[in-house]
């Protein structure tokens, strides 16, 4: 429950402040998106599998996110920013699908 009324804190907050993102990060807000996704189904699937260890949900999510940003950084530096977003992207939804599908075979037994 504390991490609902937390989620429904940090929503309205969001609408209310408006935050602006300076234009530095834009190109990496969205791949620590879908990063952050990556850990969370990751962690959602590992929770109903019974093997969930917060530890290890707080180092994959941490991790993810530090190195698909890395990723896309040092692909801007060589010129290639935009082919190494796709492929982080592509490589995330993979993940993310994938932990979605056994999401969906766990809950529906199908």
């Given at each position: 429950?504390?991490?609902?009324?937390?989620?429904?804190?940090?929503?309205?907050?969001?609408?209310?402040?408006?935050?602006?993102?300076?234009?530095?990060?834009?190109?990496?807000?969205?791949?620590?998106?879908?990063?952050?996704?990556?850990?969370?189904f990751?962690?959602?699937?590992?929770?109903?599998?019974?093997?969930?260890?917060?530890?290890?949900?707080?180092?994959?999510?941490?991790?993810?996110?530090?190195?698909?940003?890395?990723?896309v950084?040092?692909?801007?530096?060589?010129?290639?920013?935009?082919?190494?977003?796709?492929?982080?992207?592509?490589?995330?939804?993979?993940?993310?699908?994938?932990?979605?599908?056994?999401?969906?075979?766990?809950?529906?037994?199908?």
């Open positions: 429950m504390i991490a609902v009324l937390g989620l429904v804190v940090g929503v309205v907050a969001g609408l209310l402040v408006r935050p602006e993102v300076p234009a530095v990060v834009e190109p990496y807000l969205p791949i620590a998106v879908v990063a952050a996704l990556d850990a969370v990751g962690g959602l699937r590992a929770m109903l599998d019974g093997i969930f260890d917060d530890k290890v949900f707080v180092v994959s999510f941490l991790s993810n996110v530090v190195v698909a940003a890395l990723i950084f040092l692909g801007d530096k060589l010129g290639v920013g935009a082919q190494l977003s796709t492929g982080v992207v592509v490589v995330l939804g993979i993940r993310i699908f994938s932990n979605a599908a056994a999401i969906r075979r766990h809950v529906f037994q199908a």
